[in-house]
T-cell receptor, first 115, second 110 residues
Framework: DVKVTQSSRYLVKRTGEKVFLECVQD?????MFWYRQDPGLGLRLIYFSYDVKMKEKGDIPEGYSVSREKKERFSLILESASTNQTSMYLC??????????????FGPGTRLTVL | AQSVTQLGSHVSVSEGALVLLRCNYSSSVPPYLFWYVQYPNQGLQLLLKYTTGATLVKGINGFEAEFKKSETSFHLTKPSAHMSDAAEYFC????????FGTGTRLQVFP
């Protein structure tokens, strides 16, 4: 089974702090994604990556950055956390080159609260 | 550009009743379509997917969905709801990355 793990289930940070959210997948997937989920808005794509050291902006990249130094790990960085970044963050991975019809496998999510 | 519309942000049914969650998509190419389920405080889990071939797709937990190209729909159904089906359901269409609908929260009453 594909396993996608996220470093924290719950996180509380203060405004202005630098926040790192880590995601690791164990199935050698090429693609990795970061979403945020808010009530009534569904899932919104923040950033994604097709390969090591590659990144692409999603629909809402402002206020976020990402890092992919190893194939299995994709980090989401909030350079200076703000209260409007309080949300559920979901990481996902999928095979490259439209493998398996782009089916994505999700981690359990990190619920981030910024005070 | 591809898009997904889920009609109804909340659906309530009685235990044992039919579940029908609606999804319409827009796609310029033959679509790959997915339904995911999210239980409280968890990530998303794949329920079923349509890629090619048979238009009626069966998934886990007794759910199924039918791809209707003429109606650009991919509605999710289950003949008899169970309390454990209470969750949020997301429809998605594949375009290298997945395009998700805004979700439908299913409540099941005893």
């Amino acid at each position: 089974d594909v396993k996608v793990t996220q470093s924290s289930r719950y996180l509380v940070k203060r405004t202005g702090e630098k926040v790192f959210l880590e995601c690791v997948q164990d199935m050698d997937h090429e693609n990795m994604f970061w979403y945020r989920q808010d009530p009534g808005l569904g899932l919104r794509l923040i950033y994604f990556s097709y390969d090591v050291k590659m990144k692409e902006k999603g629909d809402i990249p402002e206020g976020y950055s990402v890092s992919r130094e190893k194939k299995e790990r994709f980090s989401l960085i909030l350079e200076s956390a703000s209260t409007n970044q309080t949300s559920m963050y979901l990481c996902a991975s999928s095979l490259g080159a439209s493998g398996n019809y782009n089916e994505q496998f999700f981690g359990p999510g990190t619920r981030l609260t910024v005070l | 550009a591809q898009s997904v519309t889920q009609l109804g942000s909340h659906v309530s049914v009685s235990e044992g009743a039919l579940v029908l969650l609606r999804c319409n998509y827009s796609s310029s190419v033959p679509p790959y379509l997915f339904w995911y389920v999210q239980y409280p405080n968890q990530g998303l889990q794949l329920l079923l997917k349509y890629t090619t071939g048979a238009t009626l797709v069966k998934g886990i937990n007794g759910f199924e969905a039918e791809f209707k190209k003429s109606e650009t729909s991919f509605h999710l159904t289950k003949p008899s709801a169970h309390m454990s089906d209470a969750a949020e359901y997301f429809c998605a269409v594949s375009d290298l990355k997945l395009i998700f609908g805004t979700g439908t929260r299913l409540q099941v009453f005893p």
